[in-house]
């Protein structure tokens, strides 16, 4: 009986011994994988601050993202002037008055024909025109930078943007950029000759200068001679 007793307390002694070893065992795997745990993450951190200080000292250089090739470009102004948005027109009364009397004869001739749209457009051409010679042109400015040309607080980037060239008019210049856009096809800016000179440095850097072998009157009218590139 009391042999039976021991044998059942020896048994249970070592179930009980059996159960620490094994929780002990458990708790120690737990304490090594943390371990390895963070030594992982301390050597990802180590790798990653030398990798850092290494493209900080020129040391390493980043690969190239196949996938963003495009350059990215920062909005950097490279020159910057300001000019009258358009031409001044020029006409004294005397010069109007032929002009109203002339416009007069010939409105009168469309009604006797019946062309009222015709009458409706001369009338609305001599409204802009007296309207444009008695309205002083507001200041404009227009910037260049590294991204490309910003004007009237519009900027248009480079790529959107084909060819130049200039033409004067008395002593103003126009600088005439042909866009790819289908509005506005072309950017008209004026500039005194010290402005002209240095947008002429920048634009030749990035666009085509066109040239132009003949030049149409209206355009001449408009906007003054052309001027070919050895002669910029």
Same mark, same amino acid.
């Given at each position: $009986?009391?042999?039976? !007793?021991?044998?059942?307390?020896? *048994?249970? *002694?070592?179930?009980? !011994?059996?159960?620490?070893?094994?929780?002990?065992?458990?708790?120690?795997? @737990?304490?090594?994988?943390?371990?390895?745990?963070?030594? &992982?993450?301390?050597?990802? +951190?180590?790798?990653?601050? +030398? @990798? @850092?200080? #290494?493209?900080?000292?020129?040391?390493?250089?980043? /690969? /190239?993202?196949?996938?963003?090739?495009?350059?990215?470009?920062?909005?950097? +102004?490279?020159?910057?002037?300001? =000019?009258?948005? @358009?031409?001044?027109?020029?006409?004294?009364?005397?010069?109007?008055?032929?002009?109203?009397?002339?416009?007069?004869?010939?409105?009168?001739?469309?009604?006797?024909?019946?062309?009222?749209?015709?009458? =409706?457009?001369?009338?609305?051409?001599?409204?802009?025109?007296?309207? =444009?010679?008695?309205? #002083?042109?507001?200041?404009? *400015?227009?910037?260049?930078? +590294?991204?490309?040309?910003?004007?009237?607080?519009?900027?248009?980037?480079?790529? $959107?943007?084909?060819?130049?060239?200039?033409?004067?008019?008395?002593?103003?210049?126009?600088?005439?950029?042909?866009?790819?856009?289908?509005?506005? &096809?072309?950017?008209?800016?004026?500039?005194?000759?010290?402005?002209?000179? =240095?947008?002429?440095?920048?634009?030749?850097?990035?666009?085509?200068?066109?040239?132009? #072998? #003949?030049?149409?009157?209206?355009?001449?009218?408009?906007?003054?001679?052309?001027?070919?590139?050895?002669?910029?």
């Amino acid at each position: $009986m009391i042999l039976d !007793k021991n044998k059942k307390m020896a *048994k249970e *002694k070592d179930s009980l !011994k059996k159960l620490a070893d094994f929780l002990t065992g458990e708790k120690a795997l @737990r304490e090594k994988e943390e371990e390895i745990q963070k030594a &992982k993450k301390k050597a990802i +951190k180590d790798e990653k601050d +030398k @990798r @850092r200080k #290494k493209i900080i000292e020129g040391e390493v250089q980043l /690969e /190239e993202d196949p996938v963003q090739k495009k350059e990215v470009v920062q909005n950097i +102004k490279l020159f910057e002037w300001s =000019a009258p948005e @358009r031409y001044q027109i020029k006409l004294n009364s005397k010069g109007f008055l032929i002009i109203l009397a002339l416009s007069l004869a010939f409105i009168a001739l469309l009604a006797v024909l019946g062309k009222y749209f015709l009458i =409706a457009a001369i009338v609305s051409v001599l409204f802009v025109v007296y309207a =444009a010679a008695t309205t #002083k042109p507001l200041i404009a *400015k227009h910037k260049i930078t +590294k991204r490309g040309i910003d004007t009237i607080g519009k900027l248009y980037e480079w790529y $959107m943007l084909e060819s130049f060239y200039i033409t004067k008019k008395e002593d103003t210049y126009t600088i005439i950029v042909n866009t790819k856009l289908n509005f506005p &096809k072309v950017l008209i800016m004026l500039a005194k000759k010290k402005d002209k000179d =240095a947008v002429f440095v920048i634009l030749q850097k990035h666009l085509l200068y066109e040239d132009i #072998k #003949k030049q149409n009157k209206i355009d001449i009218i408009s906007y003054g001679e052309y001027i070919p590139l050895e002669k910029v």
